[in-house]
T-cell receptor, first 116, second 115 residues
């Protein structure tokens, strides 16, 4: 049971380049989330998903897109990277519908992204 | 919108001593959850303790306990017998019970345990 995994762990981009961050979970969770963590600002929600095929905007969605084609995967895309998107990105998942456990979020190890 | 405030950006404590981290939140909800997460230098987010708002009894997990004051909207974390491995960033988080279970995080408190 790997929990929540993220690919890649580190990435450096040039302004204007695009990339996709991949999040995978093997806990059969319904809900998945993408956060960014910046110094002094805690974790801020970018987008989230309440199930396969669904996505919703969080607190800071601009400049990002997401997709959840499969229940276990949640992709975060940057179409045209900007230096303001330099951050650490965390994926999380929660809610095992069968077990009825709704609360705790399980986090991946994070991806450090630098945009030059 | 929900807001979570951690007013102590940095704290330190001597090994084996006790320290309390503060957290306040603002909400009009009646049913919700509160959490403390720990983020060591490895960057991994680790759940420390959770509290359901409908429970009056304060949650405890070994050396970690909370003081939950619902009327005051306060949720502090007490760490007893501090250990070097407790050195980390600590985040307070609020979750309301709606579809999606969105979390709202505070800005964190950096705790250093001094040998």
């Amino acid at each position: 049971n790997a929990g929540v995994t993220q690919t890649p762990k580190f990435r450096v981009l040039k302004t204007g380049q695009s990339m996709t961050l991949l999040c995978a979970q093997d806990m059969n969770h319904e809900y998945m989330y993408w956060y960014r963590q910046d110094p002094g600002m805690g974790l801020r929600l970018i987008h989230y998903s309440v199930g396969e095929g669904t996505t919703a905007k969080g607190e800071v969605p601009d400049g990002y897109n997401v997709s959840r084609l499969k229940k276990q995967n949640f992709l975060l895309g940057l179409e045209s990277a900007a230096p303001s998107q330099t951050s650490v990105y965390f994926c999380a998942s929660s809610y095992d519908g069968l077990a009825g456990i709704r609360d705790e979020q399980f986090f991946g190890p994070g991806t450090r992204l630098t945009v030059l | 919108a929900q807001t979570v405030t951690q007013s102590q950006p940095e704290m330190s404590v001597q090994e084996a001593e006790t320290v309390t981290l503060s957290c306040t939140y603002d909400t009009s909800e009646n049913n919700y959850y509160l959490f403390w997460y720990k983020q060591p230098p490895s960057r991994q987010m680790i759940l420390v303790i959770r509290q359901e708002a409908y429970k009056q009894q304060n949650a405890t997990e070994n050396r970690f306990s909370v003081n939950f004051q619902k009327a005051a909207k306060s949720f502090s974390l007490k760490i007893s017998d501090s250990q070097l491995g407790d050195t980390a960033m600590y985040f307070c988080a609020f979750m309301k019970q709606v579809a999606g279970n969105q979390f709202y995080f505070g800005t964190g408190t950096s705790l250093t345990v001094i040998p």
